[in-house]
């Protein structure tokens, strides 16, 4: 089992990559191709956009392929889309391929959270899925930099060679190593869709919303901050990153570790430390080393309700959790286009480098408060559930004079 996680993880060690990296190679896109800096960031917002809508709609599609036929297929997917980048003798063209590579991203995380949590014990399924999300907290601590520095270097081009490359060992990785997990019986698309209709679905999808955007109303804007206002040299900003993925690492195993156990717990304490570092963050930006530090904090608290909130939704749309899995894969990209947005509102604004983090900070409140409510209306549910079948069971009970 550890070996089929092992093959997950390289799957999304790749997608991990593919996705970050081209945020430190758009000035060299951008010259090769004689297009300006905004017009080269169209390869991250098209990426973003491919993320939110081909989660469901690859999700669909292979409602009727087995999950480890239709992971073989999206890292296939995958794999065309960046060779199609690597070639690309247009503009329009590499983005068709970002566009591409983009559909196997939320479908290849949904489905593989699925797999992973039936690849263990009902009390490892946290862990389990936490393994797999490692391959892409790694890609931002080994992968993305060394695909800068390679495509900065060498060229753009061999670093997505390179992403194609690990896309091909992914898929032998799962062709080898994932065992064959049967479709549930009997579970058709109607059955997924029907997960929407819970409430605690769309809550867990609310919260990864607003959490994980708390996150990245800082971390989109890391560059200006730490250069303009903590006083860093701008070759710093990569290291900084670098930090900010060994943050994202360590949360996201602790994570996994701890909502086994606790579920509800373990999110109430991330989004709430979550909430206090980005305020924080206000102050402590202004010095290098509790900058240093406070990025570091930064990826940890947020990557440690990845897997509790994954799990949380598999969990709330037992049955048929797959279609449910992928769309919240794409939460996670919706909430960071919205913080992304709005932390650019409030610098437009006036308020300075810093004022994102206090967007990020009520995100991730907001999304601390929708977690106590979420708990409240499940024990209310349970309270209810457990007064009918008291009555239910009374009701069944022999009359004294019959006994």
């Known amino acids: 089992m550890p070996l089929a996680l092992l093959a997950l993880a390289i799957g999304a060690f790749g997608i991990g990559t593919t996705e970050f990296v081209i945020m ?4 060299e896109v951008a010259g090769d191709f004689g297009v300006s800096i905004p017009t080269a960031g169209f390869l991250v917002t098209g990426y973003a956009l491919g ?22 297929l999206l890292m296939g997917l995958f794999i065309v889309g960046n060779l199609l980048s690597a070639l690309a003798p247009a503009f329009g063209v590499m983005l068709i391929g970002r566009v591409v590579a983009s559909l196997a991203h939320g479908a290849f995380f949904g489905i593989g959270s699925v797999v992973a949590a039936e690849l263990v014990a009902p009390d490892k399924k946290a862990g389990a899925i936490a393994m797999m999300f490692t391959g892409l907290t790694v890609a931002n601590v080994v992968g993305v930099p060394l695909g800068t520095l390679v495509g900065q270097n060498i060229g753009w081009r061999v670093t997505f060679g390179i ?15 994932v065992p064959e997990v ?13 997960a929407f209709k819970n409430a605690q679905v769309l809550l867990a999808m609310a919260m990864t919303v607003l959490g994980f955007g708390g996150v990245f109303a800082a971390i989109t804007y890391i560059a200006p901050m730490m250069t303009h206002v903590a006083g860093f040299a701008d070759g710093s900003v990569t290291w900084l990153l670098v930090l900010f993925g060994l943050g994202m690492v360590g949360g996201n195993l602790v994570g996994g570790r701890f909502a086994d156990r606790a579920l509800m717990p373990m999110l109430y304490v991330s989004l709430g430390a979550l909430a206090i570092v980005l305020a924080l963050f206000t102050v402590t930006a ?4 509790l900058a240093a530090v406070t990025i570091v904090l930064i ?7 990845v897997p509790p909130l994954q799990k949380r939704v598999l969990d709330q749309a037992h ?7 992928a769309v919240n894969i794409g939460a996670f990209n919706l909430g960071n286009a919205l913080s992304a947005w709005l932390g650019g509102l409030v610098i437009a604004a006036g308020l300075g480098y810093t004022a994102p983090n206090w967007v990020g900070a009520a995100l991730a409140a907001g999304a601390l408060l929708l977690a106590v409510l979420s708990a409240a209306l499940e024990r209310r549910d349970d309270a209810a559930s457990a007064v009918v ?3 239910a069971s009374a009701g069944t009970r022999v009359p004294a004079h019959q006994r």
Do not use: Q
């Not at 992403?163 to 190593?177: C, D, P, T």
């Not at 202004?286 to 080393?289: C, E, G, P, S």
């Not at 990826?299 to 309700?305: I, K, N």
């Open 163 to 177: 992403v194609a490359a690990l896309g091909v060992i992914g898929l032998v990785g799962i062709a080898k190593l």
């Open 319 to 325: 049955g048929a959790p797959t279609l449910a899995s």
């Open 24 to 27: 430190g190679l758009l000035p």
């Open 51 to 72: 993320v939110m809508f081909g989660a469901p709609l690859m999700t669909v599609l292979g409602t009727k392929v087995p999950r480890k036929r239709m992971l073989m």
């Open 182 to 194: 049967p479709r549930p019986e009997g579970v058709r698309l109607r059955h997924e869709l029907a």
């Open 389 to 391: 079948a008291g009555s």
């Open 299 to 305: 990826g940890a608290l947020g990557f440690a309700t």
């Open 286 to 289: 202004h010095h290098k080393l």
